[in-house]
């Protein structure tokens, strides 16, 4: 498909953001915390990989999603769960099947519980992901007819923004209009629009069109608050997807109290967003971002590092990590793991290296090496990256030392680490240590209980991130 109203290739940020109007000057978070207080009822995140978890803190992560237990966790009440599907990983139509199942799972646990959710589809800001089979699939699978699905792709702190339709990338001072990012060149999930009327058209292959593409402008959000965003979202016909404008946090919580509103007067929606809007839509205000004194590790011991993406910014810190000297670094080589001669010898060689230095008291770093190994198609290219995650999941359950802390860089490498590697069932996301990047703490179900969990996603940081903060962890000794 043709790129379809394509802005310039690049805007200056200070430039694009004097043409906007002024925020809504009201802070919407208390009347949004009211508003959820007085319904009693929980937010679901379904996260296709661990990153979505990257602006909250005090909410659970569960693995698994039996009945059973989604209606125990349902029942204590909780104001947000996010259930980790990994689903960015698979193929679609597993991404689908996950997704029904689900679904089907969370309206029986609601009935049973008399507990009502509201349920997020969180994708990835790059507009990465099986979209819109994921939500096709999961309003399947809750059962009732979903009036709108709202599309809300902006992150904040990550630089992602939607303006005027188009969803923007920072770049240093600039803004990148997201097709002609390196993300919209993902094997897996590559795009050519970055108006997102179009690029939803080219995302469900024209079964929506563009034209049918309904959207809230900032011009609505900020000049009308969000009585005029409820009103927008009242007026969707059944069916609709539409876009929410947002390019500051304010933005999120107006579109979100209006979207309350919109609920409260009968409208069924469901959601498919980035990180930014689950925290407007759960009432969460932003916390400090921790440091190393508050993550439950040890003085002594030393940190392991693993890291699977392979987008160019995660390429760039891992080349600031190793010329520092600062850790030990054991790279993998992944045409190794690709054969099945070659691959246990190449787990066994690289986990051996990595705990020798773990117990030698070095921070370690196991690195994939650097090459993008892509398939034929898309379906081969996500068949290779399971594989090469598998291999990462095999080399850390082959790592007897417990580290002080375990860092995952990449989203689905943290999603596979998490349950296949440390067998988690239910962690708690403490916060932030930097933007966009969290810290859970694992459960005593784990093979490391109460571990600290650092879920890094590949497209986060500067250069120097990576490097900082394994320096401040490893000063907290």
């Known amino acids: ?18 043409t906007l109007p002024p925020e809504w000057p009201l802070d919407p978070l ?37 009945q059973d237990l989604l209606r125990r966790e349902l029942a204590s009440g ?29 309206a029986a646990a609601g009935r049973a519980t008399g507990r009502r959710c509201v349920v997020i589809s969180r994708g990835d800001s790059t507009l990465r992901g099986h979209y819109p089979a994921e939500t096709d699939a999961l309003a399947e699978g809750l059962g009732t007819p979903v009036d709108a699905t709202l599309l809300i792709p902006a992150f904040i702190s990550g630089g992602r923004y939607t303006i005027g339709n188009v969803h923007y990338a920072a770049e240093g001072t600039g803004l990148v209009p997201a097709a002609r990012t390196p993300f919209a060149r993902d094997p897996a999930f590559g795009y050519c629009n970055s108006d997102l009327a179009a690029w939803v058209e080219e995302k469900s292959e024209g079964r929506i069109p563009a034209a049918t593409v309904r959207s809230i402008s900032l011009e609505t959000i900020r000049g009308g608050g969000p009585d005029r965003v409820a009103a927008a979202l009242m007026g969707l016909d059944r069916g609709s997807v539409c876009v929410v404008n947002a390019a500051s946090e304010r933005d999120l919580t107006v579109a979100a109290l209006g979207a309350l509103r919109a609920e409260a007067g009968g409208k069924r929606l469901l959601y498919r967003t980035a990180a ?17 004194a508050d993550l439950p590790m040890p003085r002594e011991g030393s940190g392991l590092i693993v890291v699977g993406s392979y987008v160019s910014s995660t390429s760039s810190q891992v080349a600031v ?13 992944v045409e190794r793991l690709l054969s099945s001669a070659t691959r246990a010898e190449e787990i066994a060689r690289v986990a051996g290296l990595a705990d020798a230095a773990l117990r030698r008291g070095e921070d370690t770093a196991v690195i ?27 080399i850390v359950r082959a790592i007897p030392t417990r580290p002080r802390y375990l860092l995952a860089k990449g989203g689905i490498t943290s999603s596979d680490l998490a ?27 784990s093979r490391f209980p109460n571990l600290p969990y650092i879920v890094f996603p590949g ?11 394994v320096i401040a962890l490893r000063a907290a000794e």
Request: no cysteine; hydrophobic share 45%; charged share 20%.
């Open 368 to 394: 994939t090496s650097r090459a993008l190994m892509a398939g034929n198609d898309a379906a081969d290219s996500l068949t290779i990256g399971r594989m090469v995650s598998a291999s990462l999941v095999a």
């Open 1 to 18: 498909m043709s790129p379809v109203n394509e802005p310039p290739d690049r805007v200056e940020a200070t430039d694009l953001f004097a």
């Open 276 to 292: 930014s809007f689950v925290r407007a839509r759960a009432g969460l205000a932003a916390r400090p971002l921790l440091t190393a």
């Open 419 to 445: 349950t296949a590697g440390l067998g988690v069932t239910r962690a708690m996301v403490l916060g932030q240590i930097v933007p966009g990047v969290s810290v859970w703490q694992l459960g005593p179900e």
């Open 78 to 106: 909780p104001a947000a769960i996010f259930l980790l599907t990994n689903s960015r990983s698979l193929a679609r139509a597993d991404a689908e099947a996950i997704n029904r199942e689900i679904g089907s799972a969370l």
């Open 321 to 333: 990590l190793r010329e520092s000297g600062r850790v030990a670094t054991i790279e993998v080589a």
């Open 30 to 66: 208390p009347a949004i915390r009211a508003e959820l207080q007085a319904r009693g009822e929980t937010m679901v995140v379904l996260d296709d990989d661990p990153t979505g978890t990257q602006t909250v803190h005090g909410v659970p992560v569960l693995t698994h999603w039996t």
């Open 459 to 469: 497209n986060v940081g500067l250069p120097r991130t990576l490097l900082d903060m």
